[in-house]
Antibody, heavy 122, light 107 residues
């Protein structure tokens, strides 16, 4: 059974940093792209970032480009999201999602974690 | 960016009803269109991928159709557990984008 468990969320002041992690199990991690998708409370879904199986291809939403960095450690079956210069509008539930193939493009997300809440407020 | 427009934003229906939700892309996305169901306080769940393929374990009352810019999610006979919010998602172009969601409520 695929399991994705996010961690690292919490309350942070504007301008500060936070690092989210996602621990994966139940599948061959280094054969799949991984993604972060967020959802502001009561709002819709927004793709944040995706990373290919070998970290060779990475994509970001314009809203986070230059501030967020996605990375993965295939030896530890984990994917991370380093979030710098956080803004109030980054407040959201952050979900880790498994892509259906090697590349992060053209993916659908066949498994999701339960999410971790990031609140950016002074 | 490709804009995804879902309609309606919400609907009220009864158990047993046939429900149709549409999703329109601002440009062609071929068949890179996927549908998710989300219940309150839960993560989204994949229902349909590549416009019309049913995800393993999803009941056959769910179906998808369409290509290029116009897509449809149909629930043939609404069940109590289907009351939720549904999102479409395009992965043809980066950034990947979602529709705003359709909330299906009990009439």
């Amino acid at each position: 059974e695929v399991q994705l468990v996010e961690s690292g969320g919490g309350l942070v002041q504007p301008g500060r940093s936070l690092r989210l992690s996602c621990a994966a199990s139940g599948f061959t991690f280094d054969e799949y792209a991984m993604h972060w998708v967020r959802q502001a409370p009561g709002k819709g879904l927004e793709w944040v970032s995706g990373i290919s199986w070998n970290s060779g291809s990475i994509g970001y939403a314009d809203s986070v480009k230059g501030r967020f960095t996605i990375s993965r450690d295939n030896a530890k079956n984990s994917v991370s999201l380093q979030m710098n210069s956080l803004r109030a509008e980054d407040t959201a539930w952050y979900y880790c999602a498994k892509g259906n193939g090697y590349a992060h493009e053209y993916n659908w997300y066949d498994s999701w974690g339960q999410g971790t809440l990031v609140t950016v407020s002074s | 960016d490709i804009q995804m427009t879902q309609s309606p934003s919400s609907l009220s229906a009864s158990v047993g009803d046939r429900v149709t939700i549409t999703c329109r892309a601002s440009q062609s996305i071929r068949r890179y269109l996927h549908w998710y169901q989300q219940k309150p306080e839960k993560a989204p769940k994949l229902l349909i991928y590549a416009a019309s393929s049913l995800q393993s374990g999803v009941p056959s009352r769910f179906s998808g159709s369409g290509s290029e810019t116009d897509f449809t999610l149909t629930i043939s006979s609404l069940q109590p557990e289907d009351f939720a919010t549904y999102f479409c998602h395009q992965s043809y172009s980066t950034p990947q984008t979602f529709g705003q969601g359709t909330k299906v409520e009990i009439k």
